[in-house]
């Protein structure tokens, strides 16, 4: 049974591979970004955009994360208006052009206003732009470069203090 199956989707790979005449996908470091700060700060940041055998033209778009009561998350084109952290994030470019054989670096700045504080998790979403291809199957690869900012402010954490201990026996006389 578990042969038949792996069988038929080895087949269907293989068909889907041969059909499709378009692929897009680039390399994106680093995925991951954090930073730890205090209100009135300010980070800089590099994501190094690496190419294809040809030249692709690449956007860049901050996106903010939305979880489903499901469980899974999708992504929403980043409004300052409803999540403030978007408007904290300025990238030097939105629109980029990957030569083959450079590697295309995009520089970014968060700005942490002085009335922040928890943490905060933004995206930018790179996406080569897709030309038309004709006929067949198209393969397009996203990805979500996660930004977290932890800002860490006086107040934000409560102390916990112990007055005292005692040690106390039950209505059986146990401690």
């Known amino acids: 049974m578990f ?61 903010q994360p939305i979880q489903s009561i499901d469980g899974s998350v999708t992504f929403v084109e980043g409004d300052p208006s409803v999540y403030p952290p978007i408007g904290w994030l300025r990238l030097e470019k939105e629109r980029i052009v990957v030569p083959p054989g450079e590697p295309t670096v995009v520089r970014g700045t968060i700005s942490i206003p002085f009335g922040a504080g928890g943490s905060y998790t933004t995206f930018v979403m790179i996406e080569p732009v897709v030309e038309d291809a004709g006929e067949g199957v198209m393969i397009i690869v996203r990805y979500a470069v996660r930004l977290t900012v932890n800002v860490d402010r006086p107040g934000l954490r409560s102390e916990l203090q112990i007055l005292s201990t005692d040690l106390v026996a039950d209505d059986e006389g146990r401690p």
Request: aromatic share 14%.
């Open 3 to 63: 042969r038949s199956k792996l069988g038929t989707f080895v087949l269907v790979v293989l068909v889907l591979g041969l059909w499709s005449s378009h692929g897009y996908a680039i390399g994106v470091q680093p995925m991951v970004l954090d930073f730890s700060g205090r209100p009135g700060e300010q980070y800089q940041f590099e994501i190094s955009v690496f190419p294809e055998a040809s030249q692709r033209v690449v956007y860049l778009s901050l996106c």
